[in-house]
């Protein structure tokens, strides 16, 4: 399974549109690039998922550039709510399971 | 609600007893996943059920874990003679298909004194 690498950490204000990195260089290709939330004491909840291009959602964008070696999570005006760790893997197609790496902090301050 | 349903939420215990975990997943998702997760550190996979089935353990499940799916519904994670190392946030998770849906639970956390 591809590794990823994201920032440990990242600081933001209320309102600000927060992008947090993903690189992934060894992807395959039929892997998809999936983010994920966790608060404390909860368990990481599913963001959006994609594979090349661009998608979005109500919650957040993906950007993802052609050659796919990286991912871009954004995150619109975001809130203190948005406080989490945010988890950037890679897999799909017969994988059953995820891996995740240390996740990227964001604290959100007023 | 429809959610991922872990059992207890907190578990306190003495180092060398024996502990059980119970999970519900939501209702049509064949597939189980156990991951565990230490204090500043990203779940680590621990095993996998498609229906009754175990199709996959990670090393990290030593002889002391064992996990069951007797009917393919909740799932239940034991650890015998538990270490302070067992000591950890365990998350269940379930899905209807490998990729995606994944639906976790709220996690059920163990402090081994």
């Known amino acids: 399974l591809a590794k990823t690498t994201q920032p440990i950490s990242m600081d933001s204000y209320e309102g600000q549109e927060v992008n947090i990195t993903c690189s992934h260089n060894?992807?395959?290709?039929?892997?998809?690039i999936t983010w994920y939330q966790q608060f404390p004491s909860q368990g990481p909840r599913f963001i959006i998922q994609?594979?090349?291009t661009k998608v979005t959602n109500e919650v957040a964008s993906l950007f993802i550039p052609a050659d796919r070696k990286s991912s871009t999570l954004s995150l619109p005006r975001v809130s203190l709510s948005d406080t989490a760790v945010y988890y950037c893997?890679?897999?799909?197609?017969?994988?059953?399971?995820?891996?995740f790496g240390t996740g990227t902090l964001l604290a959100v301050q007023p | 609600d429809t959610g991922v349903s872990q059992d207890p939420r907190h578990k306190i215990t003495k180092r060398g007893q024996n502990v059980t975990f119970r999970c519900d997943p939501i209702?049509?998702?064949?597939?189980l996943y156990w991951y565990r997760q230490t204090l500043g550190q990203g779940p680590e996979f621990l095993t996998y059920?498609?229906?009754?089935?175990?199709?996959?353990k990670s090393r990290l499940l030593s002889d002391r874990f064992s996990a069951e799916r007797p009917k393919g519904s909740f799932s239940t994670l034991e650890i015998q003679r538990t270490e302070q190392g067992d000591s950890a946030m365990y998350l269940c998770?379930?899905?209807?298909?490998?990729?995606?849906?994944?639906?976790f639970g709220s996690g059920t956390r163990l402090t081994v004194v």
């Open positions: 893997l890679v897999g799909g197609g017969a994988t059953n399971k995820l891996i």
């Open positions: 060894n992807i395959a290709t039929n892997d998809y």
């Open positions: 209702s049509e998702h064949n597939r």
């Open positions: 998770a379930s899905s209807p298909s490998g990729r995606d849906g994944y639906t």
């Open positions: 059920f498609q229906n009754e089935a175990q199709l996959e």
């Open positions: 994609g594979y090349k």
